[in-house]
């Protein structure tokens, strides 16, 4: 017998004896002294996460995570707060001071700054804003409000539920779109949290706001100042346009100020005098900046949601009216998400 017939013997008698024992191990469990437990990855739950990996599910972060390496909980970033002031025409200028705790996965779009919060809702991939106004101060309750001011600019919106979290109590509203929530703080009458947020991302919303903070720092004397905003009233088959006088902290960005004041809308006096705004609810001032008398404006795509060719241009006067009431400014460039494109915006 030769060599190599002897190699091929050798191999045969080798791939014989490990293919028992794979059958012991593997297809005869019971004469395995050792049994093999279930391939870790093959226990995926509804949400795919690994228990025998030591993943579970968590709700309020809305992924899969060791307890012990990461807290179901929310998180500690301590800088997603805001300052803003509070203005009343009568009363001068008190500060609030608020903010929530988000999850470690979840950053801030913006804060700080006319006091505003947002971050990013992963689950309904949209912007969810927070915001502060003194809308007690200006003649609004939680009631009043919706009935003035909402009905206003969201026609189609309707009353949802009540909303309860600790010291919060306000009403939740819907247009089937989106969601909107105002609250007020019980223990600091006149100030009003205001909310927007796509529908999907109500709970998301529910679980971060239960960590909503405030603050009300004793009322600081600060030097005030006096604007204009435009409102509209319609005189039968045509529209006014009417100056309604705003005072304000001094600021040196005063035309910034002032398109944030026209963005909150009018007092409830106003309202009750037939002066209303074009401008829909959730309207914002993405930027602005004036360079050789021209002033551009950049607002998000909710300035120029609904609304026939009336509302547009009415839109449009407001807005402009209100920045060419400062010397400096001679025109106006307005675009939507940076598109200045004129024939594509403000369009029905």
């Excluded at 209303?276 to 551009?296: C, D, H, M, Q, T």
């Excluded at 607002?299 to 609904?306: D, H, I, L, P, V």
């Amino acid at each position: 017998m030769t060599k190599l017939h002897i190699l091929w013997g050798v191999l045969a008698v080798l791939v014989l004896v490990g293919g028992g024992i794979l059958y012991i191990y593997n297809i005869e469990p019971s004469l395995n002294p050792h049994p093999v437990g279930p391939i870790v990855g093959g226990d995926r739950d509804e949400h795919g996460c690994i228990g025998s990996a030591g993943y579970s599910w968590c709700e309020l972060k809305q992924k899969c995570l060791r307890v012990w390496e990461e807290k179901c909980e929310a998180g500690t970033t301590s800088d997603v707060n805001t300052k803003t002031h509070m203005t009343s025409w009568f009363e001068g200028f008190d500060y609030v001071n608020f903010g929530v705790n988000l999850p470690p996965d979840i950053a801030p779009t913006a804060k700080g700054g006319q006091g505003w919060l947002s971050w990013w809702d992963k689950g309904a991939n949209k912007e969810v804003l927070l915001f502060a106004s003194y809308e007690g101060g200006r003649g609004y309750g939680l009631k009043e409000y919706f009935d003035y001011v909402i009905l206003a600019k969201c026609p189609k919106c309707t009353e949802k539920s009540a909303m309860s979290l600790g010291n919060i109590s306000g009403k939740t509203y819907s247009d089937g779109v989106k969601e909107y929530a105002d609250f007020l703080v019980a223990k600091n009458n006149g100030v009003m949290f205001h909310m927007e947020y796509p529908a999907a991302a109500s709970q998301n919303v529910q679980n971060i706001l239960a960590t909503f903070w405030s603050e009300f720092p004793k009322r600081e004397e600060v030097e005030g100042m006096e604007l204009k905003i435009y409102l509209v009233k319609s005189n039968g088959n045509s529209e006014e346009y009417i100056e309604a006088k705003r005072m304000i902290p001094k600021a040196s960005a005063v035309a910034t100020a002032a398109i944030n004041e026209l963005l909150v809308g009018p007092y409830r006096a106003e309202v009750e005098m037939g002066y209303f705004s074009a401008l829909p609810l959730g309207s914002r001032l993405n930027s602005l900046k004036i360079e050789n008398g021209v002033a551009y404006a950049d607002f998000n795509q909710q300035t120029q949601s609904g609304g026939g060719s009336t509302s547009m241009m009415l839109r449009r006067s407001q807005i402009t009216q209100t920045l060419k009431q400062f010397p400096t400014i001679k025109s106006v460039v307005l675009s939507i998400d940076g598109n200045s494109q004129q024939d594509l915006i403000f369009q029905p």
